[in-house]
């Protein structure tokens, strides 16, 4: 995902010279390119985060796109109320970038697992929330959140996550939500890079005769409300996956909108269910021990199906 990132912002740079990306001294590998073709498009605001989304807005005030960088929740939580008083407040065309959502870097602890994210910036009037589930949702994601105008949260891997999509997927807009594979049983919703496990579980589900629908919600918010309702009618059962606290992030939403529409459709969300993780590991070892790997997501479909 960090290389999609990249190499959409480097195509977006070359035609936008008003684009900026500041970074929290992170990343200067994967920022190389950026360094050396664009030099005059690129800062290091240190290890200072509510400093570097402060100035970001300054410079969206001057008719720029201002990209800030950092990993896990220093882009996020660190700088919060930065965030919501000079970029959300104002709409400042601030772009947050979060590298290494969820238990990504687990084995450094619950300080740096972003596992809050998404439900903290959800809830800021004037935030679009993305959190793509592959390298190729991480791509237009991306591509998308740089040409729009306003304060966007973007929510990536780190590198080395698998491709759930087979192919490029064209045209795709906020807040499109983008069917996997069909199924009649139950529905899989899912947010974020946990797509990987949602799409392994249905695979195992299939062996064992159940026919699970895989839907990827790229976009937290403006949620794809339409998708939800019309899963709503279709199931009996819907699992929600996320690498997050289940409390107001991507499960919450689809809960909200399920209360709206009075549906009769069951809900059950898959994530960590309010608390901290005390435990270190790798982010595949974490996702087992909190019951969000594919096996654990196959399981209760099967239970609730039964």
């Known amino acids: 995902m960090r290389d999609a990132f990249v190499k959409v912002l480097l195509q977006e740079m070359e035609h936008n010279r008003r684009l900026v990306l500041i970074t929290g001294d992170l990343g200067f590998g994967v920022l190389r390119p950026v360094w050396e073709r664009f030099p005059d498009q690129i800062l290091n605001a240190g290890i200072a985060e509510q400093g570097m989304v402060s100035m970001a807005a300054g410079l969206a ?3 720029r796109t201002v990209v800030v960088y950092s990993i896990g929740n220093f882009p996020s939580l660190r700088p919060l109320e930065q965030i919501r008083n000079d970029c959300a407040y104002h709409g400042a065309n601030v772009k947050i970038v979060c590298v290494g959502g969820g238990f990504v870097y687990g084995s ?16 800021l009037p004037g935030v679009t929330c993305l959190a793509p589930g592959d390298p ?13 105008k306003g304060t966007c949260y973007l929510r990536l891997g780190r590198g080395n996550e698998p491709k759930v999509h087979g192919e490029p997927i064209p045209g795709w807009r906020i807040p499109e939500a983008i069917t996997l594979r ?3 049983d139950i529905a899989i919703l899912s947010c974020g890079g946990i797509l990987t496990q949602a799409a392994e579980a249905a695979e195992l589900l299939d062996r064992r005769g159940i026919r699970a629908e895989v839907v990827s919600f790229p976009c937290l918010k403006p949620l794809d409300s339409g998708r939800v309702r019309e899963l709503l009618g279709r199931f009996r059962h819907i699992l929600t996956v996320e690498e997050n606290n289940i409390l107001g992030g991507f499960g919450g939403a689809v809960c909200e909108i399920a209360a709206e529409e009075g549906s009769g459709c069951r809900i059950t969300r898959i994530g960590l269910k309010d608390t901290y993780s005390t ?27 039964k």
């Open 61 to 63: 005030k001057t008719d």
């Open 108 to 123: 450094l602890g619950m300080s740096h697992h972003a596992t809050e994210d998404l439900s903290i910036l959800r809830a």
């Open 136 to 148: 190729v949702e991480a791509e237009w994601t991306t591509r998308e959140a740089l040409r729009m």
């Open 182 to 184: 069909r199924g009649e």
């Open 279 to 305: 435990v270190v590991g790798s982010q595949a070892y974490l996702r087992k021990v909190y019951g969000m790997d594919a096996e654990a997501i196959a399981g209760k479909a099967e239970e609730l199906l």
